[in-house]
């Protein structure tokens, strides 16, 4: 008998690469579960940026927050990520009815991981920033 509980995905996402910018979308909140799901997803995006310098646009919906272990995993995926290359995330948090909760624990994610990172309300002015930051 297995004593551990397994449970379904809760929240999705999805990963792409635009020249050096890795374009995650999702709906929140996420658990491991769905963090693992999309590892395969994710995988493929970052050995197509290792090596260079590039940065993450979040384009993400709904409640922008993870479980705590999900937490712990992204926080080790991103200080990887920087040890490759990711110089910077800007963030945009569309149809969240928490956002400013979301706001905070994103940020206490990415501050425990070293990473430089903003909040924008359009993609727009996400896509500005970052390029500013990468060049």
């Known amino acids: 008998m297995n004593d551990k509980a397994i449970f379904y995905p809760h929240g999705e996402l999805h990963f792409s690469v635009e020249g050096n910018l890795m374009i ?3 709906t929140g909140p996420w658990n491991m579960e ?3 799901k999309s590892g395969d997803d994710a995988t493929r995006s970052h050995k197509k940026l290792y090596g260079l310098k590039w940065g993450l646009l979040a384009l993400l919906n709904g409640q922008a927050i993870h479980t705590p272990d999900a937490a712990n995993v ?3 995926a991103v200080k990887k990520d920087k040890k490759n290359g990711r110089t910077a995330s ?3 948090l569309y ?3 928490s956002a400013d909760f979301g706001k905070h624990h994103i ?3 990415y501050r425990k991981a070293g990473e430089t990172f903003r909040f924008f309300d359009n993609e727009e002015s996400a896509r500005k920033w970052l390029s500013a930051q990468l060049d």
Do not use: F, P
Request: glycine share 12%; aromatic share 0%.
């Open 24 to 26: 995650m979308t999702g």
């Open 34 to 36: 769905s963090i693992i």
């Open 74 to 76: 992204l926080i080790e």
């Open 90 to 92: 800007a963030l945009v």
């Open 95 to 97: 149809d969240s009815g």
């Open 107 to 109: 940020s206490e994610i």
